[in-house]
């Protein structure tokens, strides 16, 4: 599993969204790759998660 944040401005407002990459690996090769994405988010809504996680 892969896991990361993607952060951008867009027209100069931040937002970023969280990715997830599950891979399926057969014999040193990636066979699957199924990916999950939290969606795009500013820097606000990203705030009020933060806060809600505590």
Known sequence: M?????????EGVPHAAHHAHILTIRNGLIVADTVLCGGRCSAARRAEMEVADV
Do not use: K
């Not at 892969?2 to 867009?10: A, G, L, N, S």
């Open 2 to 10: 892969i896991e990361y944040t993607f952060v951008w401005t867009d």
